[in-house]
């Protein structure tokens, strides 16, 4: 069974806090992701990475950075939490090649509370 | 700015009714379109896709229409079950440049009563 494992599944930190959020996959996939998940605005992608220590922006990265030191685990870094980053995180892994002829698969979410 | 527009943003439904789900986009290089599925608690799995080289997808209760030309998609569930309720996202992406770059819909909640 595939697996993408994000330790944390519940935080509430203080603003200004550096924040960790860990993925781990056990698939040996290439790519992984950071999504932010609001309600009304969908997934938005944070960065991604094809491989180790790689890293490419998404469509939100301010405010996050990223590390990728092995291929199975992929790190999400706030480095000052806000408020406005309050919201639900998802990590996710998939095979080289093209988006459509590989599934992403997702963990189950890290919930993240700034206050 | 959202380049995938969904609707409606809830709905709900009788069990053994028909869900239907509408999505829209305006780049006209998406060519795969994805349906996530999500349970409370859970992360989103992959449901069912399409390429716009076909019009219909059909996997069990659920089919994916495809029109090109008005640049639209959306999911229909048949028969629909109490164990259907859950937010479903539509998504698309460009190939072969942006191969890791899934656009996706705000979502929808989707709640099937018994």
């Known amino acids: 069974d595939v697996k993408v494992t994000q330790s944390s599944r519940y935080l509430v930190k203080r603003t200004g806090e550096k924040v960790f959020l860990e993925c781990v996959q056990d698939?040996?996939?290439?790519?992984m992701f950071w999504y932010r998940q609001d309600p009304g605005l969908g997934l938005r992608l944070i960065y991604f990475s094809y491989d180790v220590k790689m890293k490419e922006k998404g469509d939100i990265p301010e405010g996050y950075s990223v590390s990728r030191e092995k291929k199975e685990r992929f790190s999400l870094i706030l480095e000052s939490a806000s408020t406005n980053q309050t919201s639900m995180y998802l990590c996710?892994?998939?095979?080289?090649?093209?988006?459509?002829?590989?599934?992403?698969?997702f963990g189950e979410g890290s919930w993240l509370t700034v206050v | 700015q959202q380049q995938v527009k969904q609707s409606p943003q809830s709905l709900i439904v009788q069990k053994g009714g028909i869900s239907i789900i509408n999505c829209a986009y305006e780049n006209t290089a998406f060519d795969y379109f994805p349906w996530y599925q999500q349970f409370p608690g859970k992360g989103p799995a992959l449901l069912i896709a399409?390429?716009?080289?076909?019009s219909e997808k059909k996997e069990g209760r659920f089919t994916i229409s495809f029109n090109k030309s008005a640049k639209q998609f959306s999911l229909h569930i048949m028969d629909s079950q109490p164990g259907d309720s859950a937010t479903y996202f539509c998504?698309?992406?460009?190939?072969?440049?942006?191969?890791?770059?899934?656009?996706f819909g705000a979502g929808t909640t989707v709640t099937v009563r018994a």
């Open positions: 698939m040996d996939h290439e790519n």
């Open positions: 399409i390429r716009p080289d076909v």
């Open positions: 998504a698309a992406s460009m190939a072969p440049t942006n191969d890791y770059k899934l656009s």
């Open positions: 996710a892994s998939t095979q080289r090649g093209t988006i459509s002829g590989n599934t992403i698969y």
